[in-house]
């Protein structure tokens, strides 16, 4: 299987004083057929409301197992099993899952600005600016949507909106004109850098989560908030934050958790 993949852009540029040019480009790609995985052994949505996580019957439940004896040599020879073992489609297994899937989607778009000082005196200089979105559809959420589901568009995982770079190099002009053996160590001398600046890429969803319902987003959000071990509970109430230095005190630990740390 072989991803099908379009690429175009389009520019204008325009020369400016000191020698130097401007270009304003858009480039975009979109890509078809990339490879894609399908759980095939999950639980449907019904079930999961039937026999959820706060039901009884519980799909953790449990229960004794047809396959005993029949399997050796694995985990489901055991006299009894989990209620969800014997809900999946395929129960004899513990997952099937099928891979390279050409239904994935890629979807890429930039804006991208670049001037440049050519060579003159001996400076040269170059900024760039990227603004650009990077869609894909390369995966599932959830396990219960079905094989002619299309896959989820999330952002990519590689995925940077704002991306500036600014490199240069300058020939020092000292001792240009020194002869000799001290002209050997003293002349030619260049000084270089680049620097560059861009937004993080996306975080991974937590795995495992069961949504309460309460939004887990913590208000006025900052790096304080975002890297710490803090817990948002059913009543609303945050505990074993430390926000500005400051620690929240939270209720006790027998609390139901909703939401560990970000």
């Not at 039901?55 to 399997?71: E, K, Q, R």
């Not at 999946?88 to 600005?113: A, K």
Request: a positive charge; glycine letters at 8%.
């Amino acid at each position: 299987m072989i991803p099908r993949v379009h690429q175009f852009s389009v520019s204008v540029q325009r020369e400016l004083k000191w020698r130097s040019v401007l270009e304003v480009s858009y480039v975009g790609s979109r890509s078809q057929e990339l490879a894609v995985s399908q759980n095939l052994d999950a639980v449907n949505w019904a079930q999961l409301q039937q026999y959820g996580a706060n039901a009884s019957p519980n799909l953790t439940d449990a229960v004794p197992n047809p396959f005993s004896g029949l399997i050796p040599g694995t985990n489901l020879n055991t006299a009894t099993t989990t209620r969800q073992q014997l809900l999946l489609p395929y129960p004899q297994f513990t997952g099937l899952t099928e891979s390279n899937l050409p239904v994935g989607q890629s979807w890429y778009n930039s804006l991208q600005v670049r001037w440049e000082k050519r060579l003159t005196h001996g400076l040269n200089m170059l900024v760039s600016y990227t603004r650009e979105k990077w869609l894909s559809a390369t995966s599932y959420l959830n396990a219960q949507e079905g094989i002619t589901a299309t896959p989820d568009r999330t952002l990519n995982a590689t995925d940077t909106p704002n991306r500036i770079v600014i490199s240069g190099n300058w020939a020092i002009p000292l001792f240009t004109r020194t002869k000799g053996i001290v002209g050997v160590f003293l002349h030619g001398w260049q000084a270089n850098g680049i620097f560059v600046r861009e937004n993080g890429f996306p975080l991974a969803a937590p795995a495992g989560y069961w949504s309460s319902g309460i939004n887990p987003a913590f208000p006025g959000g900052n790096d304080s908030k975002f890297f710490n071990t803090c817990t948002l509970l059913t009543s609303g109430v945050m505990e074993n934050c430390t926000f500005n230095g400051q620690t929240l005190p939270g209720p006790s630990s027998s609390s139901i958790r909703t939401r560990s740390g970000r």
